[in-house]
């Protein structure tokens, strides 16, 4: 049986590696010149299965369970360190209401932080720490997938291609192509997500921190090298590309927020694109 895979994304990835781990033979087709172009490239890269209970549904934190296992002992590229979860003093509430929608977590107080995040010492009070959680580079974690696939000699790989010019005739088509399969499925919408890659030597971070705010809440994802991911931006339209100068602005004052030394930090990428959602926000 021959399985087709149209785009090398994280879906189109891991869906080409399930198939070829029960032996199937499986042709991933990627328009682009490598894996991990498209939305997967802007991602968070937060495995957080229990702190993603505080908006979706039980299926999510379910299949994110399954999520951390794969990419921390199947493929070994992601770092369990946990996830923080702070708020300012005047967003206490903010912080019992994440509590209570979530689970797996130890609640912290200042002194506790200190000794989890020496360089956030002081900076608050009381905090939500979820220990089995893990975060991964997500482009470094696709590269190391795709070359676990090429070294299968059930998988054929073909970048800057068109599905439609292949002569294999597949006995399955898996469309993983994000928001362009939007032609296939008119349920399909997209979510603009924006980004900040930040370069940073005064401060260290072990694990993400996400900090709530009710209006501009705000995740900073270590990268190593003194690079850290910082996102957060949801908009409900489907513009990909632009990043805009009040989403730059609101996203370093609030990371500004985690720590002042994001201040100066230099601002080394910006970026944007869309994520494919259903109205109901569940995987199809």
């Given amino acids: 049986m021959l399985a087709r895979v149209i785009g090398a994304g994280v879906a189109g990835l891991c869906a080409a590696y399930a198939l070829a781990r029960k ?47 794969f990419w921390s002992r199947e493929l070994g590229v992601a770092t ?34 200190a000794a989890l995040e020496p360089d956030l010492a002081g900076r608050f009070d009381a905090a939500l ?11 470094a974690a696709l590269i190391a997938l795709t070359g676990r ?17 292949l002569a294999t005739i597949p006995d399955w088509i898996i469309d993983c192509r994000g928001f362009a399969a939007r032609d296939a499925l008119p349920g399909l919408r997209g979510v603009k997500g924006e980004m900040l890659i930040l ?19 705000v995740y900073v994802v270590p990268r190593g090298e003194g690079l850290f991911m910082v996102g957060a931006t949801m908009i409900e339209n489907e513009e990909r590309a632009r990043v805009t100068a009040r989403s730059v602005v609101e996203l370093v004052n609030s990371a500004f927020a985690v720590h002042p030394a994001f201040a100066e930090a230099e601002i080394v990428e910006t970026g944007s694109d869309l994520r494919p959602a259903f109205a109901d926000n569940l995987p199809r």
């Fill in 80 to 113: 369990v360190a946990g996830s923080l979860v702070v708020a300012p003093a005047r967003e206490r509430a903010e912080l019992a209401d994440f509590a209570r929608r979530t689970r797996n977590f130890d609640s912290l107080d200042a002194k506790d932080i």
């Fill in 199 to 217: 370069r940073s030597e005064e401060i260290s971070l072990t694990r993400p921190v996400r900090m709530l705010h009710p209006r501009r809440p």
């Fill in 129 to 139: 720490f979820f220990p089995q959680e893990a975060h991964l580079d997500p482009r």
């Fill in 149 to 165: 696939l090429a070294q299968l000699p059930n998988v054929t790989l073909h970048f800057q291609q068109d599905a439609d010019a």
């Fill in 23 to 69: 032996g199937v033979e499986v042709e991933i087709v990627e328009r682009e010149s490598a894996p991990g172009l498209g939305c997967s490239r802007f991602a968070g890269g937060m495995i957080a299965p229990w702190c993603e209970l505080q908006s979706a549904e039980p299926l999510v934190a379910t299949l994110g369970e399954e999520a951390l296992d």
